[in-house]
């Protein structure tokens, strides 16, 4: 298969995936709201209120009245397995389409530093950053844009480290498109952006291709 294509297949994968986890996360999150509102409302001196807001909560549970603290707890639990299975997913699918980027080589117009641009049309900040963090293995400078949210993520490669920090490149590029970002040397990420993400991912790499730090790594 064209690696190209790999890659876009991968990503529309990806993208299916993480929805489904996503709007099961969303589910659950809206019925532990609903439950949790019960449970304060039941400490409030209006009895009537009290007994409302209970029937509402369990007939959004689908359960007594009576089994609503352990309908809570079920809940909790359920929430944190889906976490933990969302961010499983998510590590796979970066995983995956990290390979199938590095294939079809990459974004950098630069021989001396390679700056890859990545851009999800529908992810979210926990996206960038899994697939940032997989790209910590390419002695590469990766910017992550989640057009989903207006986040992003940048990774640094190991070699690259010494001339170049990911928070400063969030930084700048948190300046360029709005939001605030933060990080570490290797890894940053930043969200909130408001204006064109791709755009200035790019300009952020002209920027980093031309540097005099550029000309020192090559």
């Not at 509402?56 to 929430?79: F, K, N």
């Not at 590590?91 to 390679?114: G, K, Q, V």
Request: hydrophobic fraction near 40%.
């Amino acid at each position: 298969m064209n690696n190209r294509l790999l890659t876009v297949v991968s990503g529309i994968a990806l993208a299916g995936t993480t929805l489904y986890w996503r709007r099961r996360e969303q589910v659950v999150k809206g019925s532990l709201t609903a439950s949790r509102d019960w449970e304060t409302n039941a400490t409030s001196e209006t009895e009537r209120a009290d007994r409302r807001s209970a029937r509402e909560a369990a007939e959004v549970l689908d359960t007594r009245v009576a089994d609503l603290p352990e309908r809570v707890a079920s809940l909790d639990e359920e929430r944190r397995d889906l976490r933990r299975e969302l961010d499983a997913v998510r590590e796979r699918w970066a995983d995956a389409l990290w390979r199938a980027h590095a294939e079809a080589d990459p974004a950098s117009e630069s021989d001396d530093l390679p700056v890859f641009v990545v851009e999800f049309e529908s992810g979210e900040l926990p996206d960038a950053r899994a697939f940032a963090k997989r790209a910590l293995d390419k002695d590469a400078i990766t910017l992550v844009a989640a057009h989903g949210d207006g986040s992003y993520a940048v990774a640094v490669g190991e070699e690259l480290s010494e001339a170049f920090d990911a928070s400063d490149i969030a930084d700048d590029l948190a300046d360029a498109v709005g939001g605030g970002a933060g990080g570490n040397e290797r890894l940053a990420a930043g969200g909130g952006a408001t204006g064109a993400l791709g755009d200035g991912c790019r300009r952020i790499r002209e920027r980093l291709t031309q540097s005099d730090a550029a000309r020192i790594a090559g």
